[in-house]
């Protein structure tokens, strides 16, 4: 059986109503050198009946089901584990591609023979209906190559870098990543993307749309203010200090924990102020945090903080 170019991952669970939009997108694509590998996270809704009605209609579509849930970060792994294209593509079950997109994406692959080829996304309401147009098109437009792939990792810079489902990548490039079930909420993006980047020698990115993002208004990080968007960062910085330290350069390493500290002060000092609530709690990630961010990579402030705060309890 000849293997597909891109392999397709979508973890599914209980999102039975979008995931017919997701898989309507696929089929609309005008690159058709794929398969689509639906990971069904044990799912209790009509989910499973949508899924088959995809895959009696086209051989492309694939399913592999689990017994009992365990989460978007080993279903991912699970895709991983079968994907037999030469490059893979993410896509969550209530997001949608582009007609355009794989086919924009591969042509970049082959023209630039890069490792991690990336596009945009744009915010749709959580109502959005997919209809393919057989007429979409892509412009031509300049692209980013880059050498040096942490460029696209430095914050706030370039704030979505963390987004996996925007990009193809080369599958070699990936053989020895995986998502980290640790990390269930945007911290699975972030260290999964922080094991890829060291790896690629090269990078584009194009200004073109490839992912249409389903505003959800229950998902963790559409929550006005909620301990489910910052509990990870202790282990998140403790992960990195125990493991990525020696993967990247001293500017890099200073320029990310300089901007990360700034953005976790917000979540756990100004929001509770702002919300007037979780107070303590914020405050314990804050110190738990600390304890594992190298005081070499910070300005003379942010030292004195986390130092003081790292002797906290």
Not at 262 to 285: C, D, F, G, Q
Request: include cysteine; proline fraction near 4%; charged fraction near 25%.
């Amino acid at each position: 059986m000849k293997k597909p170019k891109i392999s397709i991952i979508i973890p599914n669970y209980n999102y039975g109503r979008y995931i017919d939009d997701a898989l309507k997108s696929v089929l609309a694509q005008k690159f058709n050198d794929w398969e689509c590998i639906v990971i069904d996270d044990a799912s209790t809704d009509d989910s499973i009946k949508i899924i088959k009605k995809y895959i009696k209609k086209d051989s492309r579509f694939k399913l592999i089901q689990s017994k009992k849930h365990i989460g978007t970060s080993s279903s991912r792994n699970k895709g991983l584990d079968a994907a037999q294209g030469d490059y893979i593509a993410f896509l969550d079950s209530d997001d949608c591609y582009t007609d355009y997109a794989l086919d924009m994406l591969y042509n970049l692959a082959l023209s630039t023979k890069a490792d991690m080829i990336g596009a945009q996304t744009t915010i749709v309401p959580e109502n959005y209906s997919f209809v393919p147009n057989a007429n979409a098109s892509y412009p031509t437009t300049n692209i980013s190559i880059s050498n040096n792939p942490v460029e696209f990792l430095l914050l706030p810079k370039n704030y979505n870098w963390c987004w996996i489902w925007r990009r193809i990548y080369k599958r070699e490039l990936l053989k020895d990543v995986r998502f980290l079930p640790d990390f269930e909420t945007i911290g699975d993006d972030l260290t999964f993307m922080l094991n890829v980047c060291w790896r690629a020698k090269t990078i584009v990115e194009t200004p073109n749309i490839s992912v249409m993002h389903r505003y959800n208004r229950f998902s963790v990080m559409n929550k006005t203010f909620d301990i489910d968007k910052i509990d990870w960062f202790p282990k998140y910085f403790k992960y990195i200090k125990n493991n990525m330290l020696d993967k990247y350069d001293f500017v890099f390493l200073r320029y990310f924990y300089q901007n990360t500290l700034k953005y976790l002060l917000l979540e756990t000092v100004a929001k509770p102020k702002m919300y007037n609530k979780l107070h303590l709690e914020s405050r314990k990630i804050l110190i738990d945090s600390c304890k594992y961010i190298p005081l070499r990579y910070l300005t003379f402030k942010q030292k004195i903080l986390c130092k003081f705060l790292s002797w906290l309890k």
